[in-house]
């Protein structure tokens, strides 16, 4: 086990902290670009607190709206332009995760003299990773990404129906300033996705990474847990801010890379077979992953089942006759899946109007980044064009 864990992100945690985001931001720069979503931040208020709170801090704006829920490449470019005409210094993004992730793509792009589409990974020979960015302060309205924290950033391309990610370290916001009291007004919908992506994140590492890591196996348990339990919660009663507030902790320590230092996943299938089938729907992400994800699990439990026990026992309390009781591995996946669906969350691609029609393309699109040497989609085990297929076959 052998592995370096680094995040330069300062956290700022807690209920009331976006009154401090002027403070924060001048500390960055003295022109902010402004990166905001489809416009609940003003209908709720957030927008008007936050610029208050910059203007006070002496930070001038420029606006960068209308970020898409799966963010284009068109949009990041459109960031870019407004960023370098109006001489922005410092990047504010004030949304959910896509927003978040084109405003950090935005920040490289400012920066970069060529195509922003070279930035994100989509099987290109000369995949450019950015050394220099304007800084980024993120501020997330949701729970779900953790994008506040770490250094990817998920881009579409409405021309070639492609969803890739950038990651590179100077991808790192220099802040995150986390607020809980800015997700009560999320409807139960995208709560109940955001639930879902969180622990999505966390299992691709527990089910993909190298074996005898107990510790992180520890962490990604009490990850899965605290968003089983709290989830559940804040969904039910979206005004609950201690729900809410360990929901936004559980999805920043999710993906911020501690929880996974030292397990080495071979790849994130799940988010790659995801990626391919919203590039072509545009569906919520964390949807897509509850689709998704059990139908993996269940092929992954066939040819690794004594991982997939563990899961079963430790985190639902089933016991299993041995080991590598394939049956005990099942009936954990179908209460995973119980669990989803409990709170709202599609598990079958029918439901969200998708068919088997392009099924090839998704299983050519999900391996054109993270694949082997031999054009396997990476992960524990790796997945054949034909093995992508019948997964998603068995999740129609």
Avoid at 79 to 86: L, M, T
Avoid at 363 to 390: F, H, K, T, W, Y
């Amino acid at each position: 086990m052998n592995f370096e864990f680094y995040n330069p992100t300062r956290l700022i945690f807690g209920a009331g902290t976006l009154s401090q985001l002027g403070a924060v931001a001048s500390a960055q720069g003295k022109k902010a670009l402004l990166v905001t979503g489809g416009g609940s931040v003003k209908r709720h208020g957030i927008f008007a607190r936050a610029t208050a709170s910059l203007e006070a801090a002496g930070v001038s704006l420029a606006e960068c709206t209308g970020i898409e829920p799966n963010p284009r490449i068109t949009s990041v470019q459109r960031g870019a332009d407004i960023a370098r005409k109006e001489a922005c210094d410092v990047v504010v993004a004030l949304g959910g995760g896509s927003t978040m992730d084109a405003a950090k793509v935005i920040a490289a792009a400012v920066l970069y003299e060529g195509d922003p589409w070279d930035l994100i990974g989509h099987g290109q020979e000369n995949w450019v990773f950015p050394t220099k960015t304007l800084p980024v302060v993120t501020v997330p309205t949701l729970a779900a990404t953790g994008s506040e924290m770490n250094c990817g950033a998920v881009i579409s391309n409405d021309e070639t129906k492609i969803k890739s990610f950038a990651q590179t370290e100077s991808l790192f916001p220099k802040v995150a300033l986390v607020d809980p009291e800015l997700t009560l007004s999320v409807p139960k919908d995208q709560t109940a996705y955001g639930v879902c992506d969180i622990i999505t994140h966390v299992t691709e590492g527990y089910f993909n990474g190298i074996d005898n890591t107990p510790l992180q196996d520890r962490f990604a348990e009490g990850v899965i847990l605290t968003a089983l339990e709290w989830g559940k919660k804040a969904v039910a009663d979206g005004a609950d801010i201690e729900a809410r507030t360990q929901v936004q902790w559980a999805s920043i320590v999710a993906l911020n890379g501690f929880v996974m230092a030292g397990a080495n996943p071979a790849g994130f299938p799940v988010h790659m077979i995801e990626h391919a089938i919203s590039a072509h729907h545009d569906i919520t992400h964390g949807a897509g992953l509850a689709i998704v994800n059990p139908a993996w699990m269940r092929f992954a439990a066939t040819s690794r089942p004594a991982k997939f026990v563990q899961f079963a026992e430790r985190i639902f309390g089933l016991k299993a006759r041995n080991s590598n009781d394939l049956d005990c591995a099942l009936a954990g996946i179908d209460a995973f899946e119980a669990f989803l669906t409990s709170i709202g969350c599609p598990t079958r691609l029918s439901e969200l109007g998708i068919g088997d029609e392009l099924l090839a393309h998704y299983a050519e699109d999900a391996a054109l980044v993270l694949r082997d040497q031999d054009g396997n989609l990476l992960g524990r085990p790796p997945m054949s064009r034909q093995n992508i297929i019948e997964v998603l076959r068995s999740a129609l």
